[in-house]
């Protein structure tokens, strides 16, 4: 009797959690007032794993829209960007998207309007993208494509997020991550049809309890932001993880987003 009700707290708590962590989850989409122009339309993707898709917690302030910053809903519709702006699982919460997005707002000429696009899927690998595998039921080289195709039919792509390697970051996979991330961004390329398409990318944290790991991964995906002038190197490594040494919190999320932007902007001077 003693252990099934522990078992029933045990639930109880979770869900309590689980409630709380989605309390402040947009309940209402916002569609824009129209349409924006193609050539008044700046899209990115964001992709990669976990950290990408978010798992910060909403607060208030990152569900207050722009109407220059849109995103899509699960059926690909145009909305306004509010947090989360992944819908691929139930595993989502803050990512850096709408951060990224008001921040560039204060670079760029106020007739532009910025697409964000989600394609991240948590806990994902290389080797997954690589062979387009189907994870948590995404086929994920496939729906990158798919959003590729809705980029360029919104608007002009401009550029891909990228922050991944958690997965990669054992022993036996360590030593292929490069090749495996340079195997990737050529795909992402060749779909694109750009050679020269922009890809930011962000290291992985300073937290983690087998650090030695991760910074392995981070000193390779500087080597490639080296070896290739368009591709560009984000830092993470003053970032705070949520409690689990693993995800960045809300506050790291939003420098995330606010780094890329001013990444992306000097880019573009």
């Known amino acids: 009797m003693k252990k099934i009700i522990f078992i029933c707290i045990s639930l109880t708590v979770f869900t ?7 309390i402040n989850f947009p309940k209402v989409e916002e569609y824009p007032t129209e349409i924006p122009t ?10 990669g794993q976990s950290n990408m898709t978010g798992r910060g917690f909403v607060e208030p ?31 989502i919460g803050l990512d850096c998207g709408l951060s990224f997005g008001k921040e560039l707002l204060n670079h760029i000429d106020e ?15 290389t080797n997954q993208w690589i062979n387009d595998d189907e994870h948590r039921g995404i086929k994920l080289m ?9 980029a360029q039919k919104y608007g002009t792509l401009k550029g891909v997020l990228w922050h991944q390697g958690e997965s990669d970051a054992h022993d036996e996979l360590i030593p292929f991550y490069k090749e495996n ?8 390329r060749n779909i694109s049809g750009s050679v020269n398409l922009p890809i930011y990318i962000a290291q992985l944290g300073s937290f983690f309890p087998e650090q030695e790991k991760w910074n392995k991964i981070n000193e390779q995906i500087e080597q490639v932001s080296e070896q290739d002038e368009n591709i560009y190197l984000i830092k993470t490594d003053d970032f705070v993880h949520k409690g689990d040494s693993l995800h960045f919190n809300s506050a790291s999320q939003r420098l995330m987003g606010i780094r890329f932007a001013k ?7």
């Open 16 to 22: 309590t959690s689980a409630q709380n962590e989605k």
């Open 38 to 47: 193609k050539e008044n339309t700046w899209v990115f993707i964001m992709t």
């Open 61 to 91: 302030q990152d569900t207050i829209s722009n109407p220059r910053v849109l995103s899509i809903n699960k059926d690909n519709k145009l909305i306004l960007a509010k947090e989360p702006l992944a819908f691929y699982s139930s595993l």
């Open 111 to 125: 007739s532009i309007k910025v697409l964000i696009l989600p394609t991240a899927v948590g806990g994902s690998s």
């Open 142 to 150: 496939s729906n990158f494509k798919e959003k590729i195709e809705l």
């Open 181 to 188: 991330i340079t195997v990737i961004f050529r795909k992402f």
């Open 263 to 269: 990444t992306v902007s000097k880019t573009m001077e």
